[in-house]
């Protein structure tokens, strides 16, 4: 029993199954011996080695004791652990081992649950890991749906013996600081027959039998086989009562405001459409960089009309960008909603005059024409000479005209003027809010621009605005020509298997993003 216990971790049981003789030769069937051939290979090797005979050195892998290949195994990735059972039958025999099985589990997809419970239940780590993990690895992570403008968020997670695809709402308008809610679209398990069983859990009436299928790389869809599951008794009314509470939290009687009505409606029409079949692509967190001036990541912002939506923050040099996760009908999903030149601080003035909105107008303005400026004047030189001013080589006589590049390719010292723990801050009297609770002190503002336009993406424009770092959580923009402020506060979800590998991979990404929805 001493190598059954070895093999196992698990001690002596006459119920192990994984019980593999150190000297058995490969042949017969691959069943394991029983417990009485198991001691008597024990007894002989202790004979042997009181007897005086030299232990046999192993001269191959094969050679080594079952417990050592155990080890050696664990420590495979589970897709090379196929071609290792095409070896020979010893080996085969040895990787029906669940210690084997367990540590894949763990080390690839950071299964928390105690995996012995599960396999006392009938199901082993192997075929855990075999049927659903392994075959399903690819729709892990992040993901935005395919609904025209509007996007979202699926974040497809390993749950126990699930696999859960989680769609991930804003809260309540204009609640921007309360966490984020779930809501479950699909999930694949190994209950029936031990076979991996994909179920849609869109509806009230419980789960029921879906599908899903890889289009192509980082791309898959979801399919409903019994939409039915989806309607209720009321009909189209009591589902729209019924979406309206999930989404918004209220009844239409209750939002006064007729253009939020119509959008509303329109949402819901919209949306409506792809209650049986959905199509995501894959989206990556931004990799982390130490020079951030925050941490980079998703947060949940204030749009108007619109509601609350997501957006992901990332850094690229001296520009932080803001792209939309979820949209609307004017600026859709996958859109570069803000952009923000890090090395264009502003520093904003005493409280009484931050109230004034002439005031504030007139600093974000002056930063903005000395873009233009330097745009057009970019645009109109030669080459060599547009290069030479990005460099900061040019001529004394442009460098007194326009300032020296290192000026305008490093964040300003004037930032030094806002001392770290934040200066007062208010927003200017006749600037709109959708929640009145902002935080009144701030670190640092920036000139940066936001993406308007008109319904159905028509004449789409950026317009200049202040960025606001409130603390590392929380972030505002003043969108000037709206008289609008948008609020914007970190999601503190735990997202595995999102972050993108490396830079590149996240720049294609945002542009795949764009093109989507462009």
């Known amino acids: 029993m001493a190598v059954c216990a070895r093999l196992c971790g698990v001690g002596q049981s006459r119920r192990c ?29 202790q004979v042997d080695v009181d007897g005086g005979t030299a232990p046999v050195q192993p001269q191959t892998l094969s050679d080594l004791p079952p417990e050592l290949l155990v080890e050696i195994f664990s420590l495979l990735p589970g897709p090379a652990l196929a071609d290792v059972a095409l070896v020979c039958k010893k080996f085969r025999r040895i990787l029906n081992t669940e210690t084997i099985w367990r540590r894949r589990c763990v080390e690839e997809f950071g299964m928390k649950e105690d995996l012995r419970k599960i396999e006392a239940g009938g199901i082993s780590s192997r075929d855990l890991y075999v049927k659903l993990l392994h075959p399903y690895r690819h729709i892990l992570g992040l993901w935005q749906p395919d609904i025209g403008p509007y996007g979202g968020l699926l974040n497809v997670v390993v749950d126990g013996l699930f696999i859960i695809g989680w769609m991930y709402l804003p809260p309540h308008d204009p609640r921007v600081e309360d966490p984020m809610r779930r809501r479950p679209l699909f999930r694949i398990h190994l209950w029936e027959s031990k076979k991996a069983t994909v179920e849609c859990m869109y509806g009230h009436k419980g789960p ?42 209220r009844t239409l009687e209750e939002i006064f405001h007729e253009h939020m009505q119509e959008l509303i409606l329109m949402k819901f029409i919209y949306t409506s459409q792809y209650d049986n079949c959905l199509t995501y692509r894959r989206i990556y967190l931004p990799p982390a960089m130490p020079s951030d001036l925050l941490q980079a990541g998703l947060f949940k912002g204030t749009y108007g009309s ?150 159905g993406f028509t004449s789409p424009e950026r317009t200049p605005g202040l960025f606001v770092l409130f603390d590392e959580d929380r972030f505002g923009f003043i969108w000037l020509e709206l008289k609008s402020f948008s609020l914007y506060s970190r999601l503190m979800d735990h997202l595995e298997h999102a972050h993108a590998p490396n830079m590149e991979r996240f720049e294609a990404m945002l542009q795949n993003m764009q093109s989507w929805t462009s």
């Open 208 to 249: 029921h039998k879906g599908d899903i299928q890889t289009v192509k790389k980082d791309e898959f869809s979801t399919k409903c086989n019994q939409t039915d599951h989806h309607r209720m008794p009321g009909g189209r009314q009591e589902e729209f009562r019924t979406w309206l509470d999930e989404e918004w939290g």
């Open 306 to 455: 619109h509601g609350l939506e997501i957006v992901m923050l990332s850094f690229h040099g001296t520009f932080a960008k803001a792209t939309k996760l979820t949209g609307d009908p004017n600026v859709p999903a996958g859109q570069l909603t803000l952009d923000v030149d890090l090395s264009r601080p502003v520093v904003l003035p005493d409280l009484e005059q931050q109230r004034n909105i002439e005031e504030l107008s007139r600093l974000v303005m002056g930063v903005h024409e000395e873009v233009q400026r330097e745009a057009e004047q970019g645009a109109s030189a030669t080459g060599k000479g547009a290069a030479e001013r990005a460099c900061g080589s040019g001529e004394e006589g442009i460098e007194a005209e326009h300032g020296a590049c290192s000026d305008s390719c490093q964040p300003s010292s004037s930032t030094s003027t806002n001392p770290p723990e934040g200066q007062p801050f208010v927003l200017p009297l006749g600037v709109m809010a959708r929640n009145d609770v902002y935080p009144r002190t701030c670190r640092k503002s920036f000139y940066g621009t936001g993406l308007i336009a008109g319904h």
């Open 17 to 45: 199954r994984r019980r593999q003789p150190h000297n058995q030769q490969d042949q017969g069937s691959d069943s394991e011996m029983d417990e009485e051939e198991e001691e008597r290979i024990v007894a002989q090797r």
